[in-house]
Nanobody, 126 residues
Framework: QVQLVESGGGSVQAGGSLRLSCAVS????????MGWFRQAPGKEREEVAR???????IRADSVKGRFTISRDNAKNTLYLQMNSLKPEDTAMYYC????????????????????WGQGTQVTVSS
């Protein structure tokens, strides 16, 4: 049974940092392309960052230079380090994997959410 469990969210002031974790069970984390997504109330879901099976990463323009996606294969856990947080980063954050994605899952490929977690709330106050 596949499970993705996010943690690490919380409330911080603008300029602060948080590290989100996504503990994966049921498959080896490096098998599929994975990503972090977020959704704020009244807004569409947005992909924040992705990591392919080779460890290459892509980040959305809105978080470049501030967020870093990584994974620990030994712990089978995906991370999102978020620095210099802004109020507009406030959202529910989800990790997800795409079982059908090509190994490189480059920027032209739209990640599909085959498996996803319950989400963790991030709130940034000004």
């Amino acid at each position: 049974q596949v499970q993705l469990v996010e943690s690490g969210g919380g409330s911080v002031q603008a300029g602060g940092s948080l590290r989100l974790s996504c503990a994966v069970s049921g498959y080896t984390i490096s098998t599929y392309c994975m990503g972090w997504f977020r959704q704020a109330p009244g807004k569409e879901r947005e992909e924040v960052a992705r990591i392919n099976t080779f460890g290459d990463t892509i980040r959305a323009d809105s978080v470049k230079g501030r967020f870093t996606i990584s994974r620990d294969n030994a712990k089978n856990t995906l991370y999102l380090q978020m620095n210099s947080l802004k109020p507009e980063d406030t959202a529910m954050y989800y990790c997800a994997s795409d079982r059908g994605a090509p190994a490189y899952c480059g920027g032209a490929y739209q990640l599909k959410l085959t498996y996803w977690g319950q989400g963790t709330q991030v709130t940034v106050s000004s």
